[in-house]
């Protein structure tokens, strides 16, 4: 089974609809965090979590809130979807008891809003 | 402001060929530096991360050098195969590596040519 699993895999919607995202993790990591791959602009980061009751914006947050529900739950929320949210969403952990912070990503979310 | 720039965009070699990707960054205060790869559709596989006080790492055909104080980190892949063929990207972690942020670059597309 893989580590880091995000649900669902593909998801198309409208503009203006709510979107969740979810993110499980069984590796016992205590970060993790939301990325959104775009071409042509690499990987951004959206927002972090270093535990349960931690949160803090990435680089680029506005228009996204998120969930730390446990330590290996972490949920993306898009409260009114646009078109230029379509990109492809990661998950990731890292552990910081290693202090390596090496982050593992999950396979990814595609999403299109139209 | 961090910024991350990989060298080239894409590149095409026969199987067997030794190569060399480049990755340069802009501030040399990092806390590590991850090399991934990315086949299409796919998440992101950590493939080695070089601490900020080392010089370089190894897996397999794979050796990655680090040098901060020139902003530069390069990967090599050794005897190249078709499967070896995908994206890689590069990612560096900033400043103390508390914050998290793994900052990438846009990647380099490589195929290799049976």
């Known amino acids: 089974d893989a580590d880091v699993t995000q649900t669902p895999r593909n998801r198309i919607t409208k503009t203006g609809k709510r979107i969740m995202l979810e993110c499980s993790q069984t590796?016992?990591?205590?970060?993790m965090y939301w990325y959104r791959q775009d071409p042509g602009l690499g990987l951004r980061l959206i927002y972090y979590s270093f535990d349960v009751k931690d949160i803090n914006k990435g680089e680029i947050s506005d228009g996204y809130s998120v969930s730390r529900q446990a330590q290996a739950k972490f949920s993306l929320s898009l409260e009114s979807a646009i078109p230029n949210q379509t990109a492809l969403y990661f998950c990731?952990?890292?552990?910081?008891?290693?202090?390596?912070?090496?982050?593992?990503f999950g396979p990814g979310t595609r999403l299109t809003v139209l | 402001k961090q910024e991350v720039t990989q060298i080239p965009a894409a590149l095409s070699v026969p199987e067997g060929e030794n190569l060399v990707l480049n990755c340069s960054f802009t501030d040399s205060a990092i806390y590590n530096l991850q090399w991934f790869r990315q086949d299409p559709g796919k998440g992101l596989t950590s493939l080695l991360l070089?601490?900020?006080?080392?010089r370089e790492q190894t897996s397999g055909r794979l050796n990655a050098s680090l040098d901060k104080s020139s902003g530069r980190s390069t990967l090599y892949i050794a005897a190249s195969q078709p499967g070896d063929s995908a994206t890689y990207l590069c990612?560096?972690?900033?400043?103390?590596?508390?914050?998290?942020?793994?900052?990438f670059g846009k990647g380099t597309k490589l195929s290799v040519k049976p």
């Open positions: 590796k016992g990591h205590d970060r």
């Open positions: 990731a952990t890292s552990d910081l008891r290693t202090r390596l912070n090496e982050q593992f």
């Open positions: 990612a560096v972690l900033d400043g103390g590596g508390s914050q998290g942020n793994l900052i």
């Open positions: 070089i601490q900020s006080s080392q």
